[in-house]
């Protein structure tokens, strides 16, 4: 056989089967969690840039104190405040500090804040930029509650956690939602590993786009995951109304544990932002 001839037919064989391989490779990769609706929001609504030095602004943000009922539900071992000590704008960040200390029963002080009554949106795109802390028994968290949970309680109200970290694992967050029939120990739930890289050495954006029927969840530009009706062992509660916000640091509790010998205090979780946008569709 002629050798031109020869080296065309293993051409064309080679990219039959190049072409063949990359079709099966699209195929496969159609799989749910890649074929996720991806909202564009873009239309800014609230923000809070943390710009201004000193106490949280009032006008965005309460300040819950104590320690809630059995350690807000969570056996967390902090008492929260108002304190600067706690919380406070530095520098252009709010500086939310988890301290070792004896105060009002408790033995560590830290701050947990929220929207409640002052801003709350159904859909939208909700962002933070935040630099975690790390160690046994640290618990930070950027996660939104339905705002008619003081007439139907919770579960019932839903619950979206954005971020949650336990500090034993600086490497790994997570993001879940509870509602009636998966809450508590039994959320929907899935979790997002750094490559090379830990959650406490730098700032990284956390945030969801949450449309009707679905919420998707970024780490950076990372589209990691995509709960819909579909994967609730029971009602969907997420289209009945606004939410509001909340960020704060547990110390202790469910998630991580408590505190061991080797966690260092103070320990800071940093917010450089937190922004809503709308869909301008």
């Known amino acids: 056989m002629n050798k031109k ?48 030095e000193g106490a949280v602004n009032s006008d965005n943000w309460n300040s819950e104190i104590g320690t809630g009922i059995n350690g807000w539900g969570n056996n967390e071992l902090e008492y ?29 002080t830290s701050a947990r804040i929220t929207t409640k009554g002052k ?62 029939g998966y809450s508590g120990g039994e959320p929907i739930f899935k979790s997002y590993t750094l490559e090379n890289d830990r959650f406490d050495t730098g700032f990284h954006i956390f945030g969801i786009e949450w449309g009707p029927e679905y919420i998707n969840y970024y780490v950076d530009d990372v589209l990691y995951n995509q709960i819909t009706p579909d994967d609730a062992n029971g009602e969907w509660v997420f289209d009945n109304g606004p939410f509001f916000i909340i960020i704060n640091l547990a110390v202790g509790g469910l998630f991580d544990g408590p505190p061991n010998d080797e966690t260092v205090f103070p320990q800071t979780m940093l917010v450089d932002y937190v922004r809503v946008y709308n869909s301008n569709n």
């Open 5 to 52: 001839i020869k080296n065309k037919s293993i051409n064309k064989t080679f990219l039959f089967m190049s072409f063949l391989l990359v079709t099966l490779f699209v195929i496969s990769s159609c799989a749910t969690d890649d074929t996720q609706t991806v909202a564009t929001f873009t239309e800014l609504v609230w923000q809070d840039e943390f710009d201004t």
């Open 119 to 180: 801003f709350e949106q159904t859909y939208g795109r909700f962002e933070a930029r935040i630099k975690l802390p790390s160690g046994q028994g640290m618990w930070p968290a950027f996660w939104m509650l339905g705002a008619n949970i003081d007439q139907v309680g919770w579960p019932q109200c839903g619950e979206i956690d954005i971020m949650e970290n336990a500090g034993s694992a600086p490497t790994k967050v997570s993001g879940a939602v509870h509602g009636p």
């Open 80 to 108: 929260y405040t108002d304190r600067l000590d706690n919380a406070a704008v530095q520098n252009g960040v709010l500086v939310i500090s988890a301290i070792k200390e004896e105060f009002n029963g408790s033995s560590y």
